[in-house]
């Protein structure tokens, strides 16, 4: 069987861009990470492994005819793509959480139970991984003919899927904090990270929404799923888009940047 044709791989100059696109990007985050040390940078650096790996393996199935007919070399494509999307999402969460905590927004931390066990890292790292072991399981019992993988992978696309929308529904709510805050406290540090951080994070939580909405539409019909003519756009896209968002991000220090309350300085890439 040739699982690359099976699966409609067939745009070999995609691959190889996007390769390319990701090796700098993952140069960048391993510095980063090297320098400052934080959660949010070794994730990236994991994601953007995962890509280049990926799309270097995506390439080698579509020109080569013994690797395309290889199942093996299909799921380590598909675990790569399947579960390295975790390191990108936890990364956009702590990025919300740590942007509350950076800004110390009194809004940011109360509400109700639902907002608290939103922001409880922990649970959100905990379910996380599990939605990545089920995206896992899933992938390798197909290999094996067992009839439970394809629920599997469902629960796992449904898991990020509940995952995205709290970081979405986070997103959202700091933003309507912080401009409700900025009225009153306006910020002194005029830089891009400050004066429109928020904002930055609210597009990294739409594009990540764009690439989970697809997979779950698409959740029971496999080839459409993996058509790179819906792939592409709805899902390689979204995510370096995403990662660039955060790349101009950049770091961002309190140093008075808000005229109010100035606990201790800490950068927007804080470990959590």
């Not at 999307?85 to 936890?90: D, I, N, Q, T, V």
């Not at 959480?97 to 639902?114: F, H, Q, T």
């Not at 898991?159 to 979405?168: E, M, N, P």
């Not at 004066?195 to 990294?204: E, K, M, R, T």
Request: net charge positive; charged share 15%; glycine share 6%.
């Amino acid at each position: 069987i040739n699982y690359a044709e099976a699966y409609g791989y067939s745009s070999l100059a995609a691959a190889i861009v996007f390769a390319i696109v990701y090796i700098p990007l993952l140069g960048f985050f391993i510095f980063k990470s090297i320098i400052a040390r934080t959660s949010v940078y070794t994730s990236l650096s994991i994601f953007c492994l995962t890509r280049v790996a990926g799309f270097i393996i995506r390439a080698v199935e579509i020109d080569v005819e013994s690797a395309a007919t290889n199942q093996s070399v299909l799921i380590a494509d598909q675990v790569l793509f399947g579960i390295g999307f975790f390191g990108l999402l936890y990364s956009a969460y702590t990025l919300v959480m740590d942007r509350g905590d950076l800004l110390a927004i009194p809004e940011a931390k109360s509400g109700n139970i639902i907002d608290r066990i939103a922001r409880t890292r922990k649970l959100f790292r905990l379910i996380l991984t599990a939605g990545v072991a089920l995206g896992i399981a899933g992938i390798t019992s197909s290999s094996e003919g067992d009839s439970s993988s394809s629920v599997l992978r469902q629960a796992s696309v449904i898991v990020f899927l509940v995952l995205t929308g709290v970081q979405v529904y986070l997103t959202v709510k700091l933003i309507l904090n912080e401009s409700a805050y900025a009225r009153h406290f306006p910020p002194v540090d005029h830089s891009l990270g400050v004066q429109h951080g928020s904002f930055i994070l609210g597009a990294i939580a739409v594009l990540l929404l764009i690439r989970e909405l697809f997979l779950a539409v698409t959740i029971n019909d496999m080839k459409t799923s993996t058509d790179e003519h819906y792939w592409y756009p709805l899902v390689a896209i979204p995510e370096v888009l995403a990662v660039c968002c955060i790349v101009r991000l950049g770091s961002c220090r309190r140093n008075r940047s808000w005229s109010s309350s100035t606990r201790r300085t800490r950068t927007l890439f804080s470990s959590s």
